[in-house]
C-alpha cells in the first residue's frame, strides 16, 4: 500500500478550510401564490365567457356568409347554363314560333328564373356600359344622342343580382359632333371684312 504524501494532507485541509470561510447565502423558500378571490375567479370565468361567445357570434356569421355565396354561385351556375335556352325562346318568339304550349312552357321557365333574380339587358336607346355591353360595331353618329348609346342588340345580356353572367352584344352610335351654326359664322365673316384695311 502506498502512503498518501504528507504535503497533500495541508492542501486538502486548506482547501477545506477555505471553503468553509466563505459565506453561507440564506436560500430563499419560494412564497405561496396568493389564492384569487371570489371576485376575482368571477371576472376572470365571466370574460373566459364573453370571449367564447364573441368566437362564436365571429364563426355563425362567417359560416352564414359562406353558405350564402355558395347557393349564390350554384344559382348563378345552374341560370348560366340556362341562357342559351332563353336566347332560343327569344328567337322563336321574334319569328312568331311561340304559341301554344311551348309558349306555356316559355312562359313558366322565363317566371321561375326571375324568382331567381335573374335580369335582362340590353336594349336600344339604353347608354353604353363597358361593364354590361360588348360593342362589336359602330353606327356612326346621331344627333339624337347625348352620350355613347345602344344602337343595335344581337345578343341580349344577363346579370344575377349585381354579378353579370353575359354581357350584351351591341352596336353602338355617337351623338354628333358640335356644327357651327350658320348666324356664328356670318358674323365671324363681318368682323373679317370690318377689320380689313381700307384700299
Known amino acids: 500500500m502506498t502512503q498518501p504524501d504528507e504535503g497533500s494532507v495541508p492542501e486538502q485541509e486548506a482547501s477545506a478550510g477555505s ?3 466563505a459565506p453561507v447565502e440564506p436560500v430563499e423558500t419560494p412564497t405561496e401564490p396568493k389564492e384569487p378571490t371570489l371576485e376575482e375567479q368571477l371576472a376572470e370565468r365571466t370574460a373566459d365567457l364573453q ?3 364573441a368566437e362564436y357570434v365571429n364563426y355563425k356569421r362567417r359560416v352564414d356568409r359562406d353558405r350564402e355565396l355558395v347557393r349564390a ?3 348563378a351556375a345552374v341560370l348560366q347554363s340556362l341562357l342559351t335556352v332563353l336566347d332560343d325562346i327569344s328567337r322563336a318568339a321574334d319569328h312568331g314560333e311561340l304559341e301554344g304550349g311551348f309558349k306555356a312552357v316559355a312562359d313558366a321557365l322565363q317566371q321561375a328564373v326571375a324568382k331567381h333574380k335573374l335580369e335582362a339587358f340590353g336594349a336600344e336607346g339604353e347608354p353604353f356600359d363597358p361593364a354590361h355591353h360588348e360593342a362589336v360595331f359602330h353606327a356612326g ?3 339624337e344622342v347625348d352620350t355613347t348609346t345602344v344602337h343595335s342588340v344581337m345578343r341580349t345580356g344577363y346579370k344575377h343580382g349585381d ?3 353575359r354581357p350584351a ?3 353602338v352610335v ?4 358640335a356644327v357651327v351654326p350658320e348666324e356664328s359664322e356670318a358674323a365671324q365673316d363681318d368682323v373679317l ?3 380689313a384695311p381700307d384700299e
Open 19 to 21: 471553503a468553509g470561510d
Open 51 to 53: 370571449r367564447l361567445q
Open 73 to 75: 354561385q350554384g344559382e
Open 141 to 143: 353618329e346621331s344627333a
Open 163 to 165: 354579378r353579370v353572367l
Open 169 to 171: 352584344t351591341v352596336g
Open 174 to 177: 355617337d351623338p354628333a359632333a
Open 193 to 195: 371684312t370690318d377689320e
